[in-house]
Protein backbone atom coordinates (compact mmCIF):
# COMPACT_ATOMS: atom_id res chain seq x y z
CA UNK A 1 0.00 0.00 0.00
CA UNK A 2 1.35 3.61 -0.49
CA UNK A 3 -0.47 5.24 2.42
CA UNK A 4 1.37 8.38 2.22
CA UNK A 5 0.54 11.29 -0.35
CA UNK A 6 4.04 11.97 -2.17
CA UNK A 7 2.97 15.09 -4.40
CA UNK A 8 7.12 15.16 -5.87
CA UNK A 9 6.44 12.09 -8.02
CA UNK A 10 5.32 14.53 -10.76
CA UNK A 11 8.60 15.62 -10.74
CA UNK A 12 11.54 13.07 -12.53
CA UNK A 13 13.33 15.49 -14.98
CA UNK A 14 16.41 13.13 -14.12
CA UNK A 15 14.21 10.69 -16.91
CA UNK A 16 14.20 12.89 -19.49
CA UNK A 17 17.69 12.88 -20.88
CA UNK A 18 18.88 10.03 -22.86
CA UNK A 19 17.67 8.22 -25.49
CA UNK A 20 14.32 7.14 -25.28
CA UNK A 21 11.92 9.77 -24.61
CA UNK A 22 8.05 8.82 -24.27
CA UNK A 23 5.65 11.10 -25.80
CA UNK A 24 3.94 11.87 -22.10
CA UNK A 25 7.65 12.86 -20.81
CA UNK A 26 7.70 15.02 -23.82
CA UNK A 27 4.22 16.47 -23.19
CA UNK A 28 5.02 17.06 -19.42
CA UNK A 29 8.55 18.62 -20.62
CA UNK A 30 7.06 21.10 -22.77
CA UNK A 31 4.36 22.24 -20.33
CA UNK A 32 7.11 23.18 -17.90
CA UNK A 33 10.00 24.10 -19.70
CA UNK A 34 8.77 25.74 -23.05
CA UNK A 35 5.54 27.21 -22.31
CA UNK A 36 7.26 29.38 -19.35
CA UNK A 37 9.40 31.06 -22.07
CA UNK A 38 6.30 32.32 -24.22
CA UNK A 39 7.23 35.97 -23.25
CA UNK A 40 10.50 35.45 -24.42
CA UNK A 41 9.86 34.07 -27.46
CA UNK A 42 6.72 36.33 -28.58
CA UNK A 43 9.24 39.30 -27.88
CA UNK A 44 11.74 37.51 -30.29
CA UNK A 45 9.25 37.30 -32.75
CA UNK A 46 7.83 40.64 -32.17
CA UNK A 47 11.20 42.34 -32.42
CA UNK A 48 11.97 40.62 -35.46
CA UNK A 49 8.95 40.10 -37.47
CA UNK A 50 6.77 43.68 -39.14
CA UNK A 51 4.01 41.21 -39.85
CA UNK A 52 2.20 40.93 -36.63
CA UNK A 53 -0.90 39.48 -36.97
CA UNK A 54 1.23 36.58 -37.95
CA UNK A 55 2.74 36.55 -35.01
CA UNK A 56 0.46 33.90 -33.10
CA UNK A 57 1.20 31.59 -36.37
CA UNK A 58 4.92 31.49 -35.81
CA UNK A 59 4.43 31.14 -32.38
CA UNK A 60 2.34 28.14 -32.73
CA UNK A 61 4.89 26.70 -35.82
CA UNK A 62 7.74 27.18 -33.44
CA UNK A 63 6.25 25.48 -30.57
CA UNK A 64 5.10 22.40 -33.25
CA UNK A 65 8.42 22.03 -34.22
CA UNK A 66 10.09 22.30 -31.00
CA UNK A 67 8.16 19.55 -29.73
CA UNK A 68 8.89 17.67 -32.89
CA UNK A 69 12.59 17.72 -32.29
CA UNK A 70 11.99 17.01 -28.28
CA UNK A 71 10.64 13.66 -29.82
CA UNK A 72 14.33 12.35 -30.77
CA UNK A 73 15.73 14.07 -28.34
CA UNK A 74 14.86 16.67 -25.39
CA UNK A 75 17.37 19.38 -26.07
CA UNK A 76 19.56 20.49 -22.98
CA UNK A 77 19.77 23.94 -23.08
CA UNK A 78 16.09 25.38 -23.78
CA UNK A 79 15.98 28.72 -24.22
CA UNK A 80 18.51 28.91 -27.16
CA UNK A 81 17.31 25.92 -28.90
CA UNK A 82 13.59 27.62 -28.89
CA UNK A 83 14.86 31.08 -30.26
CA UNK A 84 17.08 29.31 -32.57
CA UNK A 85 14.17 27.29 -33.95
CA UNK A 86 12.11 30.90 -34.34
CA UNK A 87 15.00 32.39 -36.12
CA UNK A 88 15.37 29.50 -38.92
CA UNK A 89 11.49 29.52 -39.36
CA UNK A 90 11.44 33.70 -39.63
CA UNK A 91 14.80 33.19 -42.04
CA UNK A 92 12.51 30.88 -43.55
CA UNK A 93 9.63 32.90 -43.87
CA UNK A 94 11.75 35.79 -44.95
CA UNK A 95 13.25 33.88 -47.71
CA UNK A 96 10.15 32.67 -49.16
CA UNK A 97 8.57 36.17 -49.31
CA UNK A 98 10.65 38.03 -52.46
CA UNK A 99 10.47 41.47 -51.58
CA UNK A 100 12.36 41.01 -48.51
CA UNK A 101 16.50 41.95 -48.94
CA UNK A 102 19.28 39.34 -48.17
CA UNK A 103 20.37 42.07 -45.61
CA UNK A 104 16.96 41.39 -43.27
CA UNK A 105 17.92 37.84 -43.37
CA UNK A 106 21.75 38.28 -43.00
CA UNK A 107 20.96 40.47 -39.74
CA UNK A 108 18.53 37.68 -38.25
CA UNK A 109 21.17 34.94 -38.61
CA UNK A 110 23.30 37.30 -36.69
CA UNK A 111 20.75 37.42 -33.68
CA UNK A 112 22.08 35.76 -30.58
CA UNK A 113 20.07 32.99 -29.42
CA UNK A 114 23.05 31.48 -26.99
CA UNK A 115 21.56 33.28 -23.77
CA UNK A 116 20.98 30.43 -21.45
CA UNK A 117 18.11 30.64 -20.01
CA UNK A 118 17.60 32.17 -16.27
CA UNK A 119 16.87 29.72 -13.32
CA UNK A 120 13.16 30.71 -12.25
CA UNK A 121 12.30 30.98 -8.50
CA UNK A 122 9.71 28.74 -8.60
CA UNK A 123 8.66 29.90 -5.07
CA UNK A 124 8.34 32.97 -6.07
CA UNK A 125 6.30 32.10 -9.35
CA UNK A 126 3.95 30.04 -6.61
CA UNK A 127 3.13 33.09 -4.74
CA UNK A 128 2.75 35.28 -8.31
CA UNK A 129 0.51 32.55 -9.91
CA UNK A 130 -2.65 33.57 -8.09
CA UNK A 131 -1.84 37.56 -8.51
CA UNK A 132 -1.65 36.61 -12.53
CA UNK A 133 -4.57 34.10 -12.24
CA UNK A 134 -6.63 37.10 -10.80
CA UNK A 135 -4.82 39.85 -12.95
CA UNK A 136 -6.15 37.38 -16.09
CA UNK A 137 -9.59 36.83 -14.65
CA UNK A 138 -10.14 40.46 -14.73
CA UNK A 139 -9.08 41.13 -18.60
CA UNK A 140 -11.91 38.88 -19.92
CA UNK A 141 -15.31 40.26 -21.18
CA UNK A 142 -17.31 40.23 -18.40
CA UNK A 143 -20.03 37.54 -20.17
CA UNK A 144 -16.72 35.58 -20.35
CA UNK A 145 -15.50 35.71 -17.24
CA UNK A 146 -18.29 35.15 -15.59
CA UNK A 147 -19.10 31.89 -17.64
CA UNK A 148 -15.75 30.81 -16.48
CA UNK A 149 -16.05 31.58 -12.45
CA UNK A 150 -18.96 29.75 -12.80
CA UNK A 151 -17.04 26.74 -14.54
CA UNK A 152 -13.54 27.24 -12.39
CA UNK A 153 -14.83 28.18 -9.07
CA UNK A 154 -18.62 26.62 -9.09
CA UNK A 155 -18.19 23.36 -10.83
CA UNK A 156 -21.31 23.72 -13.13
CA UNK A 157 -21.40 22.25 -16.40
CA UNK A 158 -22.28 23.82 -19.62
CA UNK A 159 -26.55 23.55 -18.89
CA UNK A 160 -26.19 24.82 -15.69
CA UNK A 161 -24.26 27.60 -16.42
CA UNK A 162 -26.80 29.00 -19.48
CA UNK A 163 -29.67 28.27 -17.23
CA UNK A 164 -27.83 30.61 -14.24
CA UNK A 165 -26.82 33.14 -16.78
CA UNK A 166 -30.01 33.19 -19.49
CA UNK A 167 -28.53 32.36 -22.49
CA UNK A 168 -28.30 29.50 -25.04
CA UNK A 169 -25.75 26.47 -24.29
CA UNK A 170 -23.79 27.38 -27.64
CA UNK A 171 -23.25 31.19 -26.13
CA UNK A 172 -21.68 29.47 -22.66
CA UNK A 173 -19.84 27.21 -24.79
CA UNK A 174 -18.48 30.18 -27.02
CA UNK A 175 -17.82 31.98 -23.94
CA UNK A 176 -15.53 29.18 -22.17
CA UNK A 177 -13.48 28.75 -25.28
CA UNK A 178 -12.90 32.54 -25.28
CA UNK A 179 -11.75 32.55 -22.02
CA UNK A 180 -9.24 29.12 -22.23
CA UNK A 181 -7.95 31.58 -25.13
CA UNK A 182 -7.51 34.65 -23.48
CA UNK A 183 -5.89 33.12 -20.49
CA UNK A 184 -3.60 31.29 -21.84
CA UNK A 185 -1.92 34.52 -23.86
CA UNK A 186 -2.24 36.02 -20.28
CA UNK A 187 -0.82 33.20 -17.86
CA UNK A 188 1.79 32.33 -20.62
CA UNK A 189 3.00 35.49 -22.29
CA UNK A 190 2.38 38.05 -19.57
CA UNK A 191 4.62 36.83 -16.50
CA UNK A 192 7.79 36.79 -16.47
CA UNK A 193 8.38 40.47 -17.25
CA UNK A 194 11.93 40.97 -15.96
CA UNK A 195 12.49 38.66 -18.78
CA UNK A 196 11.41 41.24 -21.77
CA UNK A 197 14.17 43.44 -20.81
CA UNK A 198 16.84 41.25 -23.17
CA UNK B 1 1.57 19.12 -42.06
CA UNK B 2 1.62 22.17 -44.96
CA UNK B 3 5.01 22.80 -43.23
CA UNK B 4 6.84 24.76 -46.00
CA UNK B 5 4.50 26.78 -47.64
CA UNK B 6 1.46 28.37 -45.39
CA UNK B 7 1.48 28.13 -41.27
CA UNK B 8 -1.50 26.69 -39.87
CA UNK B 9 -3.65 29.63 -38.42
CA UNK B 10 -3.23 29.55 -34.79
CA UNK B 11 -6.41 31.24 -34.31
CA UNK B 12 -8.45 27.79 -36.24
CA UNK B 13 -6.67 25.64 -34.02
CA UNK B 14 -7.09 27.12 -30.63
CA UNK B 15 -10.89 27.39 -31.12
CA UNK B 16 -10.86 23.69 -32.16
CA UNK B 17 -8.38 22.76 -29.00
CA UNK B 18 -10.58 24.88 -26.70
CA UNK B 19 -13.75 23.46 -28.08
CA UNK B 20 -12.39 19.69 -27.03
CA UNK B 21 -11.31 21.22 -23.62
CA UNK B 22 -14.40 21.95 -22.86
CA UNK B 23 -16.20 19.55 -24.28
CA UNK B 24 -13.74 16.94 -22.21
CA UNK B 25 -14.80 18.55 -18.95
CA UNK B 26 -18.59 17.01 -19.27
CA UNK B 27 -20.05 14.03 -17.94
CA UNK B 28 -21.23 13.00 -21.18
CA UNK B 29 -17.70 12.59 -22.14
CA UNK B 30 -17.55 8.92 -23.91
CA UNK B 31 -14.69 6.79 -25.34
CA UNK B 32 -15.74 7.41 -28.99
CA UNK B 33 -15.38 11.22 -27.55
CA UNK B 34 -11.46 10.55 -26.02
CA UNK B 35 -10.90 8.69 -29.66
CA UNK B 36 -11.83 11.16 -31.95
CA UNK B 37 -9.94 13.97 -29.89
CA UNK B 38 -6.80 11.46 -29.44
CA UNK B 39 -6.74 11.60 -33.79
CA UNK B 40 -7.43 15.36 -33.94
CA UNK B 41 -4.26 15.14 -31.67
CA UNK B 42 -2.12 13.27 -33.69
CA UNK B 43 -2.56 14.66 -37.22
CA UNK B 44 -0.74 17.54 -36.35
CA UNK B 45 1.88 18.50 -33.51
CA UNK B 46 0.26 22.53 -34.22
CA UNK B 47 -2.98 20.60 -32.98
CA UNK B 48 -0.87 18.73 -29.66
CA UNK B 49 1.15 22.19 -29.20
CA UNK B 50 -2.16 24.13 -29.30
CA UNK B 51 -3.88 21.73 -27.41
CA UNK B 52 -1.15 21.31 -24.02
CA UNK B 53 -0.77 25.39 -24.31
CA UNK B 54 -4.54 26.05 -23.55
CA UNK B 55 -4.91 22.73 -20.96
CA UNK B 56 -2.25 23.96 -18.97
CA UNK B 57 -3.68 27.69 -18.59
CA UNK B 58 -7.14 26.23 -17.67
CA UNK B 59 -5.96 24.01 -15.49
CA UNK B 60 -3.98 26.71 -13.35
CA UNK B 61 -6.99 28.25 -13.41
CA UNK B 62 -8.52 25.54 -11.11
CA UNK B 63 -6.18 27.66 -8.81
CA UNK B 64 -9.03 30.48 -8.31
CA UNK B 65 -11.10 28.08 -6.10
CA UNK B 66 -9.39 29.56 -3.24
CA UNK B 67 -11.64 32.60 -3.97
CA UNK B 68 -14.33 30.84 -3.78
CA UNK B 69 -16.95 32.51 -1.64
CA UNK B 70 -18.72 30.28 1.25
CA UNK B 71 -23.15 30.94 -0.85
CA UNK B 72 -23.81 33.11 -3.32
CA UNK B 73 -22.80 34.39 -6.77
CA UNK B 74 -18.86 34.38 -6.90
CA UNK B 75 -18.78 36.70 -10.29
CA UNK B 76 -20.76 39.36 -8.05
CA UNK B 77 -18.51 39.25 -5.68
CA UNK B 78 -15.45 39.15 -7.39
CA UNK B 79 -16.62 42.46 -9.28
CA UNK B 80 -17.49 44.24 -5.61
CA UNK B 81 -14.44 43.61 -3.68
CA UNK B 82 -11.75 46.06 -4.94
CA UNK B 83 -9.14 44.22 -7.01
CA UNK B 84 -6.05 44.94 -3.95
CA UNK B 85 -8.55 43.87 -1.21
CA UNK B 86 -9.11 40.63 -3.23
CA UNK B 87 -5.56 40.08 -3.41
CA UNK B 88 -4.38 40.35 0.33
CA UNK B 89 -7.42 38.04 0.66
CA UNK B 90 -6.25 35.37 -1.99
CA UNK B 91 -3.26 35.56 -0.43
CA UNK B 92 -4.44 34.88 2.90
CA UNK B 93 -6.82 32.26 1.20
CA UNK B 94 -3.73 30.65 -0.58
CA UNK B 95 -2.09 29.57 2.98
CA UNK B 96 -5.22 28.07 4.13
CA UNK B 97 -5.67 25.92 1.00
CA UNK B 98 -1.63 25.04 1.43
CA UNK B 99 -2.56 23.17 4.66
CA UNK B 100 -6.61 22.53 3.93
CA UNK B 101 -6.80 22.49 -0.01
CA UNK B 102 -10.19 23.19 -0.61
CA UNK B 103 -12.30 25.44 2.04
CA UNK B 104 -16.16 23.88 2.57
CA UNK B 105 -19.22 24.59 1.15
CA UNK B 106 -22.53 23.79 -0.55
CA UNK B 107 -21.50 24.11 -3.91
CA UNK B 108 -20.41 21.75 -6.62
CA UNK B 109 -17.07 20.94 -7.50
CA UNK B 110 -15.20 19.13 -10.39
CA UNK B 111 -11.94 17.17 -10.67
CA UNK B 112 -10.82 15.53 -13.96
CA UNK B 113 -7.33 13.95 -14.61
CA UNK B 114 -6.56 13.12 -18.37
CA UNK B 115 -4.82 10.11 -19.68
CA UNK B 116 -2.39 8.70 -17.62
CA UNK B 117 -3.34 11.30 -14.61
CA UNK B 118 -3.14 11.17 -11.37
CA UNK B 119 -4.13 13.66 -8.97
CA UNK B 120 -4.53 14.04 -4.91
CA UNK B 121 -7.48 15.91 -3.46
CA UNK B 122 -7.89 16.71 0.43
CA UNK B 123 -11.32 17.81 1.12
CA UNK B 124 -11.94 20.73 3.75
CA UNK B 125 -13.37 17.51 6.17
CA UNK B 126 -9.95 15.74 6.40
CA UNK B 127 -11.28 12.86 3.63
CA UNK B 128 -8.70 12.36 1.06
CA UNK B 129 -9.37 11.58 -2.85
CA UNK B 130 -7.21 9.91 -4.97
CA UNK B 131 -7.81 10.22 -8.64
CA UNK B 132 -6.96 7.74 -11.13
CA UNK B 133 -6.58 8.16 -15.33
CA UNK B 134 -9.12 9.64 -17.06
CA UNK B 135 -11.36 10.20 -14.71
CA UNK B 136 -14.42 13.26 -13.58
CA UNK B 137 -15.38 13.28 -10.25
CA UNK B 138 -17.75 15.68 -8.97
CA UNK B 139 -18.12 16.84 -5.45
CA UNK B 140 -21.13 18.09 -3.69
CA UNK B 141 -20.69 18.79 -0.06
CA UNK B 142 -23.91 20.51 2.07
CA UNK B 143 -24.49 20.32 5.90
CA UNK B 144 -26.17 16.79 5.60
CA UNK B 145 -24.47 15.30 3.27
CA UNK B 146 -21.47 14.77 1.18
CA UNK B 147 -21.99 13.14 -2.39
CA UNK B 148 -19.17 12.55 -4.96
CA UNK B 149 -20.21 11.70 -8.15
CA UNK B 150 -17.88 9.60 -10.08
CA UNK B 151 -18.87 10.34 -13.71
CA UNK B 152 -15.87 8.44 -14.92
CA UNK B 153 -12.61 6.91 -14.31
CA UNK B 154 -11.92 5.47 -10.89
CA UNK B 155 -10.91 7.25 -7.31
CA UNK B 156 -9.73 5.63 -3.83
CA UNK B 157 -11.22 7.56 -1.14
CA UNK B 158 -9.90 7.64 2.19
CA UNK B 159 -12.96 9.21 4.22
CA UNK B 160 -13.42 10.98 7.50
CA UNK B 161 -16.58 9.38 9.28
CA UNK B 162 -19.18 11.43 10.14
CA UNK B 163 -22.65 10.28 11.40
CA UNK B 164 -24.08 13.43 10.71
CA UNK B 165 -22.84 13.99 7.26
CA UNK B 166 -22.91 10.63 5.32
CA UNK B 167 -20.05 10.17 2.55
CA UNK B 168 -22.24 8.70 -0.96
CA UNK B 169 -20.25 7.68 -4.00
CA UNK B 170 -22.39 7.53 -6.73
CA UNK B 171 -21.90 6.03 -10.20
CA UNK B 172 -24.86 6.14 -12.45
CA UNK B 173 -28.22 3.94 -10.62
CA UNK B 174 -26.03 2.80 -7.66
CA UNK B 175 -24.67 4.71 -4.48
CA UNK B 176 -21.55 3.54 -2.28
CA UNK B 177 -21.68 4.83 0.85
CA UNK B 178 -19.12 5.03 3.67
CA UNK B 179 -19.32 3.06 6.95
CA UNK B 180 -15.89 4.46 7.96
CA UNK B 181 -13.33 3.27 5.94
CA UNK B 182 -10.73 3.23 2.91
CA UNK B 183 -12.25 1.64 -0.60
CA UNK B 184 -11.72 2.64 -4.33
CA UNK B 185 -14.57 2.88 -7.25
CA UNK B 186 -13.83 2.07 -10.61
CA UNK B 187 -16.13 3.01 -13.55
CA UNK B 188 -16.02 1.33 -16.84
CA UNK B 189 -18.34 1.32 -19.31
CA UNK B 190 -19.77 -1.95 -18.91
CA UNK B 191 -19.71 -2.66 -15.11
CA UNK B 192 -18.67 -0.87 -11.74
CA UNK B 193 -15.94 -2.43 -9.35
CA UNK B 194 -15.56 -1.51 -5.86
CA UNK B 195 -12.73 -2.71 -3.23
CA UNK B 196 -13.12 -2.35 0.60
CA UNK B 197 -9.03 -2.04 1.89
CA UNK B 198 -10.69 -0.71 5.52
CA UNK B 199 -13.85 -0.85 7.39
CA UNK B 200 -17.34 -1.16 5.12
CA UNK B 201 -19.34 0.74 2.92
CA UNK B 202 -22.84 -0.09 1.37
CA UNK B 203 -23.36 -0.76 -1.98
CA UNK B 204 -26.48 0.42 -2.93
CA UNK B 205 -28.40 0.48 -6.41
CA UNK B 206 -31.50 1.85 -8.00
CA UNK B 207 -32.60 0.18 -10.74
CA UNK B 208 -35.66 -1.16 -8.81
CA UNK B 209 -37.99 1.09 -7.02
CA UNK B 210 -37.59 -0.58 -3.45
CA UNK B 211 -33.68 -0.34 -4.27
CA UNK B 212 -31.50 -2.86 -2.55
CA UNK B 213 -28.28 -2.60 -0.80
CA UNK B 214 -25.64 -4.72 0.43
CA UNK B 215 -22.77 -4.44 2.69
CA UNK B 216 -19.41 -4.80 1.74
CA UNK B 217 -16.61 -5.23 4.82
CA UNK B 218 -12.83 -4.59 4.50
CA UNK B 219 -11.39 -7.34 2.12
CA UNK B 220 -14.33 -7.51 -0.02
CA UNK B 221 -14.60 -6.21 -4.10
CA UNK B 222 -17.77 -5.92 -5.62
CA UNK B 223 -18.23 -6.62 -9.64
CA UNK B 224 -21.32 -4.67 -10.60
CA UNK B 225 -22.51 -5.58 -14.26
CA UNK B 226 -25.89 -4.45 -15.63
CA UNK B 227 -27.43 -8.31 -15.09
CA UNK B 228 -25.46 -8.85 -11.30
CA UNK B 229 -23.32 -7.45 -8.44
CA UNK B 230 -20.44 -10.51 -7.96
CA UNK B 231 -19.25 -10.39 -4.91
CA UNK B 232 -15.15 -11.70 -4.05
CA UNK B 233 -13.26 -11.82 -0.81
CA UNK B 234 -9.76 -10.67 -1.70
CA UNK B 235 -6.62 -11.10 0.01
CA UNK B 236 -5.27 -7.94 1.29
CA UNK B 237 -2.13 -8.45 -0.66
CA UNK B 238 -4.61 -9.04 -3.46
CA UNK B 239 -6.47 -5.66 -3.10
CA UNK B 240 -3.58 -3.89 -2.92
CA UNK B 241 -2.54 -4.88 -6.33
CA UNK B 242 -5.83 -3.29 -7.73
CA UNK B 243 -4.46 -0.34 -5.74
CA UNK B 244 -0.68 -0.41 -7.38
CA UNK B 245 -1.92 2.79 -9.61
CA UNK B 246 -1.42 4.71 -6.56
CA UNK B 247 1.90 3.94 -7.18
CA UNK B 248 2.05 4.34 -10.50
CA UNK B 249 2.18 0.87 -11.22
CA UNK B 250 0.08 -2.20 -13.03
CA UNK B 251 0.27 -5.22 -10.97
CA UNK B 252 -0.61 -8.60 -13.19
CA UNK B 253 -1.26 -12.14 -12.29
CA UNK B 254 -2.40 -14.53 -14.62
CA UNK B 255 -3.80 -11.77 -16.31
CA UNK B 256 -4.18 -12.38 -19.97
CA UNK B 257 -2.43 -10.47 -22.41
CA UNK B 258 -5.56 -8.50 -23.59
CA UNK B 259 -7.12 -7.63 -20.44
CA UNK B 260 -3.34 -6.57 -19.50
CA UNK B 261 -3.24 -4.15 -22.51
CA UNK B 262 -6.50 -2.67 -21.99
CA UNK B 263 -5.08 -1.80 -18.34
CA UNK B 264 -1.84 -0.29 -20.44
CA UNK B 265 -4.19 1.61 -22.86
CA UNK B 266 -6.52 3.26 -20.03
CA UNK B 267 -2.92 5.29 -18.90
CA UNK B 268 -1.46 5.78 -22.20
CA UNK B 269 -1.59 7.71 -25.56
CA UNK B 270 0.54 4.67 -27.14
CA UNK B 271 -1.82 1.99 -27.48
CA UNK B 272 -1.18 -1.82 -27.08
CA UNK B 273 -2.98 -3.56 -29.91
CA UNK B 274 -3.34 -7.47 -29.57
CA UNK B 275 -3.49 -8.16 -33.27
CA UNK B 276 -3.91 -12.28 -32.69
CA UNK B 277 -6.92 -13.64 -31.30
CA UNK B 278 -4.65 -16.41 -30.10
CA UNK B 279 -1.88 -14.11 -28.27
CA UNK B 280 -5.01 -12.61 -26.60
CA UNK B 281 -5.68 -15.57 -23.87
CA UNK B 282 -1.81 -15.70 -22.55
CA UNK B 283 -1.50 -14.76 -19.45
CA UNK B 284 1.19 -12.64 -18.23
CA UNK B 285 2.32 -11.60 -14.26
CA UNK B 286 4.31 -8.96 -12.84
CA UNK B 287 4.75 -5.27 -11.78
CA UNK B 288 5.16 -2.90 -14.36
CA UNK B 289 5.60 0.91 -14.51
CA UNK B 290 1.95 2.12 -16.27
CA UNK B 291 4.42 4.36 -18.29
CA UNK B 292 6.33 1.65 -19.91
CA UNK B 293 4.21 0.27 -22.71
CA UNK B 294 8.17 -1.13 -24.36
CA UNK B 295 9.04 -2.78 -20.94
CA UNK B 296 5.82 -4.59 -21.05
CA UNK B 297 6.13 -5.39 -24.57
CA UNK B 298 9.33 -6.65 -24.16
CA UNK B 299 8.42 -8.93 -21.51
CA UNK B 300 5.49 -10.56 -22.87
CA UNK B 301 8.00 -11.19 -25.97
CA UNK B 302 10.36 -13.11 -23.66
CA UNK B 303 8.15 -14.59 -21.52
CA UNK B 304 5.44 -15.98 -23.90
CA UNK B 305 7.21 -15.07 -27.44
CA UNK B 306 4.68 -13.03 -29.12
CA UNK B 307 5.68 -11.22 -31.61
CA UNK B 308 5.99 -7.04 -31.31
CA UNK B 309 5.30 -4.61 -34.45
CA UNK B 310 6.02 -1.16 -33.25
CA UNK B 311 4.43 1.33 -35.58
CA UNK B 312 5.92 4.71 -33.77
CA UNK B 313 3.93 7.64 -35.90
CA UNK B 314 0.99 6.08 -35.05
CA UNK B 315 1.93 5.01 -31.08
CA UNK B 316 0.47 1.34 -31.61
CA UNK B 317 2.44 -1.26 -30.29
CA UNK B 318 0.60 -4.44 -31.84
CA UNK B 319 1.28 -7.72 -30.20
CA UNK B 320 0.86 -11.36 -31.91
CA UNK B 321 1.21 -15.31 -31.16
CA UNK B 322 4.79 -16.59 -32.27
CA UNK B 323 5.05 -19.92 -34.25
Same mark, same amino acid.
Given at each position: ?????????????????????????????????????????????????????????????????????????????????????????????????????????????????????????????????????????????????????????????????????????????????????????????????????? | ???????????????????????????????????????????????????????????????????????????? &??? @???? +?? /??????? *???? $??? =??????????????????????????????????????????????????????????????????????????????????????????????????????????? &??? @???? +?? /??????? *???? $??? =??????????????????????????????????????????????????????????????????????????????????????????????
Amino acid at each position: MVEPLDPSREHTPQRLRGAAVSVRDVEEWFVREVLPLETTLTHFLRRNWRKKNEIPDLRQEVYARVYEAALTEIPGNIKPFVLATARNLLINQMRRDRVVSIEAVADLEKVDVSAPEVPQDRALIAREELRRLQDALTKLPRRCRQAVTLRKLEGLSRREIAVRMGVSDNTVRRHLIDGMRILAEKLHGDEAKPERAQ | MSRTLQLASARSVEEIAADWLERRETGTWSEEDQCNLDSWLSQAYAHKVAYLRLKSAWDRADRLVVLRPQTGNAES &RLR @RIPP +VA /LRVAAAI *LLLI $AGT =TAIRESAVSRVYTTGLGGHQNIMLADGTRIELNTNTVLREKYTDKSRVITLERGEAYFAVRHDEARPFIVKVGEHSVTDIGTKFFVRRDTDRLSVGVTEGRVELGTA &RDS @RGSQ +VL /LDAGKFA *LVTH $AKI =TIFTKAPDVLADDLAWRAGMLVFNHTPLAEAAAEFNRYNREKLIIADPRAAGLSIGGTFRQTDVRQFARVARALLGVHIKDKPAEQIISLSAGN
